[in-house]
């Protein structure tokens, strides 16, 4: 580490409450909350998995309920409009969101819209929230995003066909409810692109220039629980001790990156995401093994560490070659959880290369990147995955 720390801010206002059945939980925690009146948020995967239903049979009688379950994958601000217009009148005074990222952004976002005015497209970017919202419990299902533990929504403006980020200290849950048994039936696919996300997360804070001391601890701790149990977590999925693994770097991750930003690959995830439908952890993966390439001079010590978390013996080699081992590394885990899909997949072709890269370009993820591209050098790591 540098002898001058350059100057740096650290927040993270979620508490944690994590655990194997953790859910039962729940009732102490709202109550804690002063909450007496609850929205739950979830989506149509999650309400059918009976995970609604489990809340609710969790918080019992004395805390009545409303839900809304409607929340699409990659959701359109408009699931905020909905949820808002219900919860309002039903003074609710605590939101439950349960599910992956989109039910949790949703249900954050919902929180803060029912004390600041207007509407939630008007708090798009950074820091523009001025009220506290309506406390916020999430619950994650998904090992990957993080958003239990973020300053971010992620929403969709399908008029637009864009995609926005609603950042600010304000948009953090109050409470992260971390059970990993409620993970314990993500198929292994699903389990394997959020794993990567939750990496995607850990690394690119770990290697962008805005990185300094406890996101890098951070960091490296996410990348070390994601080296033991990631794979372990896709090959036997009843593996407690690799769900519960996954689970904590994926919101480790988030208390890293909410600091820090990201990087490269997820400014390219928001435009690829939106245009071709592709799903985030599946475009991180596609894009990870590149971009880690692309970075290398930018950051080869870090690099090399990383390559050490996952295993490979880099002891006897040049700086140079220790951090190209990392690639290979991440190359290696990918066809280990059978990822190898392939941006053409998705109907992409050289001819949108331009429109994408220039979309990429316009990220507050690129500024921080470890190495700045130029629209050719995104072209260039977009063509060779077609
Ligand atoms: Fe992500």
């Not at 699409?72 to 009148?89: M, Q, T």
């Not at 870090?302 to 880099?314: D, L, N, S, T, V």
């Not at 290979?328 to 050289?350: H, P, Q, V, W, Y």
């Amino acid at each position: 580490m540098s002898a001058c720390i350059a100057p740096f801010s650290f927040h993270n206002p979620t508490a944690i409450e994590f655990g194997m059945g953790a859910l039962a939980r729940l009732p102490e925690l709202v109550k804690n909350l002063g909450g007496k009146r609850a929205l739950v948020v979830g989506d149509p995967g999650v309400h059918k998995a009976g995970l609604v239903d489990r809340v609710i049979a969790a918080l019992g009688d004395d805390i009545p309920v409303i839900t809304f379950t409607e929340v699409e994958s990659d959701p359109d601000a408009r699931s905020v409009d909905a949820g808002v217009k219900l919860a309002k009148p039903w003074n609710c005074d605590v939101i439950i969101g349960i599910g992956g990222g989109s039910a949790m952004d949703v249900a954050k976002a919902i929180g803060v819209m029912l004390t600041n005015p207007g509407n939630i497209r008007d708090y798009a970017g950074m820091g523009k929230i001025s009220k506290p919202g309506v406390p916020v419990i999430a619950i994650p299902t998904t090992s990957g995003t993080g958003s239990e533990m973020t300053i971010w929504s992620v929403l969709s403006d399908r008029e637009k066909n864009q995609k926005f980020g609603i950042g600010s200290i304000l948009n953090c849950p109050r409470i992260a409810l971390l059970d990993p048994e409620l993970t314990m039936s993500l198929p292994p696919a699903i389990t394997a692109a959020t794993g990567i996300d939750a990496l995607t997360h850990a690394l690119e804070s770990y290697v962008n220039t805005t990185t300094q001391p406890i996101s890098e601890a951070m960091s490296e701790q996410s990348m070390t629980l994601i080296a033991r149990s990631l794979r372990l977590a896709v090959m036997q999925p009843g593996n407690r001790q690799a769900r519960a693994d996954m689970l904590l770097a994926s919101t480790i991750a988030a208390m890293a990156f909410n600091s820090t930003r990201l990087g490269l690959v997820h400014a390219l995830a928001m435009p690829l995401g939106t245009r071709f439908h592709i799903p985030h952890g599946l475009v991180n993966a596609i894009m990870l093994p590149g971009v880690m390439r692309y970075n290398l001079p930018g950051s080869l010590a870090k690099f090399a560490r990383i390559a050490q978390i996952f295993g490979e013996p880099i002891e006897r080699l040049s700086l140079q070659q220790a951090a190209e081992r990392s690639v290979s590394a991440i190359e290696k885990m990918k066809l280990d959880i059978g990822i190898n899909a392939r941006l053409g997949e998705f109907g992409m072709t050289e001819s949108d290369l331009n429109d994408v890269a220039a979309d990429a370009m316009l990220s507050g993820n690129v500024p921080v990147n470890p190495r700045q591209p130029t629209l050719e050098d995104i072209k260039t790591l977009l063509r060779a995955e077609l």
